[in-house]
């Protein structure tokens, strides 16, 4: 036989992780709307929970995970009658291929059918006895409050950590291919978006969904901002993949909609609520979102 020498190329990387926890929340619990520089996991143990990201929402049920891009305004809450138990991490990698591919979209929801299918659950379930050992271990202490890990379980913590990212990109690129398209009203944040255009297109965002006032709403909230407006079109682009005015009149659109279906306002006091001139301004806006009146779009017994 011939000599051969067969290497592995160098890995020099270094893993941060940041807010791993159990949690049990109960009815009602509700963590809110916030955005961070980390990539998130969050593994639903028990119950379920809602999750808002960038407006749109997700339900993660028992069984599910979801992952969540770093910049992505998200909130949580459990309206559900059960009690709502949880894994969760936060972390990042200096990897550049690997935050390409933890950053491809917002978020990412992984079905417990489809994680079932890997070692996610047995991975945790080995944080899950750690965390146990590490609690017995500090209440024999005299702080019982700091919570410290021996050097052999800082190692199983990161393999572990590192092992539940590679089963997430592992189930994710198998399910690639079967995910169905986006909503068209759901934003796309752009993979090249800095941490600073992601603050400020939040910070913009938050401004837009409060007033909902096309023209006003994009001066005023680079005024308050101290940008330019040409600087408040262009940071928010780049991180929703539309320009503000057509994220106010997408949510414009949603809301006239709600308003439409859930109750029985008059034409005119929906059209003053979303900043129309006039019920006919409105109509002939609606009209022209979707092709038909709201009076048309609006359910019978309504009229």
Known sequence: MEPFLHSFPK?????QIVGCHFGLQPTGWHFPRHHHHLYELLYCMEGEVIQELNRETVTV?????????????????????????YFNVHFDLDDADLRSLLGASA?????????????????????EA??????????RTPDPQQLTLRFEDKLLLQSYTLLII????????????TDSPRPATTPVPSKDATLFAADAAHAIEEQLSLGLCEEASVA????????SRSQCSKLFSKVYGLSPRQ???????????????????PMAEIAEKLGFHSA????????????????????????
């Open 11 to 15: 890995v020099v990387n270094t893993l």
């Open 61 to 85: 049920r028992q069984g599910d995970w979801l992952l969540i891009k770093s910049g992505v305004r998200h909130q949580s809450t459990n309206t559900s009658a059960a009690l709502f138990g």
């Open 107 to 127: 978020y990412r929801h992984i079905p417990a059918h489809v994680a079932g299918q890997s070692q996610l659950q047995h991975y945790v379930g080995e944080l």
């Open 130 to 139: 750690m965390m146990r050992r590490s609690r017995e271990q500090i209440a």
């Open 166 to 177: 590679h089963g997430v990109l592992a189930l994710l690129r198998t399910q690639a291919d």
């Open 220 to 227: 005023g909230v680079a005024k308050q901002l101290n940008l």
């Open 247 to 265: 994220y106010v009149s997408r949510q414009k659109l949603n809301l006239a909609k709600e308003l439409l279906v859930t109750t029985n306002l």
């Open 280 to 303: 006919s301004h409105f109509s002939r806006q609606f009209r022209r979102w979707t092709g038909q009146s709201p009076s048309d779009f609006r359910p019978k017994h309504f009229i």
